[in-house]
């Protein structure tokens, strides 16, 4: 998915899944949770707060995979961390559904230096699965882009933006490599300044087996990358309207794949203060 990473989906699916699962923003939070450990408890009474559920066809996590763990901070607030599994991963992608077969939605694509994350004002009296895998791939050698200071003129705006959307460029695939191989990075990213708010990235796709593509933005003053935009894989196209923070800022495209699932976790949420005694 901004579902906090800016991702190729429609508004109106963004809205709706924002709409589903947060309540009316709160104004505290004081009552106990029904039928939920505050610690979070995994989809199972038996089963330790975030180990693997034992309800239906037990499974283990992968011992490559991450451990996860959730706790109810408040009654509609939860807060999730998580240790590592296999080295080498470039960041993780947290997953939330109300049923734990899914479907799964994605929360964000994190960056690997990140281990917790709070997922806030959600349904009262209702269930959360989460999930979470680490993804990893060869990512590009980065561009710097300063854009000019102020907004779009109205001559920007009028022009249109037909180059916005992703695409697949002919004549920019060399696919053939797997993601797993060291030299299988994309390569000859360009960064063509639209306006002052518009980027459009080119680069040459070398994978045939990746996921997807992100795309990465270190902003001036920042110590690492993160994930900005996630794409679909065969994409070597995209164009970015930029927040203030990343008019000044280094990019870079990553293909990428996702490893074996974490451990899935449970927790059901309280009563909202905002609801009717």
């Known amino acids: 998915m901004r579902p906090t990473i800016r991702a190729a989906v429609p508004a109106a699916l963004v809205l709706a899944l924002a709409a589903a699962c947060s309540a009316p923003s709160p104004a505290g939070h004081s009552a106990r949770v029904p039928g939920a450990h505050p610690d979070g408890a995994s989809a199972d009474p038996g089963t330790p707060a975030g180990a693997v559920p034992r309800s239906g066809s037990p499974r283990s996590a992968s011992p490559d995979a991450p451990t996860l763990r959730a706790r109810l901070v408040t009654p509609t607030d939860i807060d999730l961390s998580w240790r590592a599994g296999a080295s080498g991963a470039a960041g993780h992608v947290l997953e939330f559904a109300t049923e734990e077969a899914g479907p799964y939605t994605v929360l964000e694509y994190l960056p690997p230096g990140t281990t917790t994350y709070r997922h806030p004002d959600l349904i009262p009296r209702t269930t959360f699965f989460y999930r979470l895998r680490a993804f990893q791939g060869p990512a590009s050698t980065p561009v710097d882009v300063s854009l000019p200071p102020g907004g779009p003129t109205k001559a920007d705006e009028e022009t249109g933006h037909d180059w916005l959307p992703p695409r697949t460029v002919p004549g920019r695939s060399a696919a053939g490599r797997s993601v797993r191989e060291r030299r299988a990075a994309p390569s000859g990213l360009e960064a063509e300044i639209k306006h002052a708010n518009g980027i459009l990235f080119t680069w040459t796709d070398r994978t045939s087996d990746e996921a997807g593509f992100l795309l990465e933005a270190r902003p001036r003053g920042a110590s690492a990358f993160a994930p900005i935009v996630v794409l679909d894989p065969g994409v ?42």
Do not use: M
């Open 236 to 277: 070597n196209s995209t164009g970015l309207i930029t927040l203030p923070t990343e008019k000044h800022a280094s990019y870079r495209i990553r293909a990428f794949v996702t490893g074996a699932d974490s451990n899935v976790v449970r927790l059901t949420t309280g009563e909202s203060t905002d609801d009717p005694e």
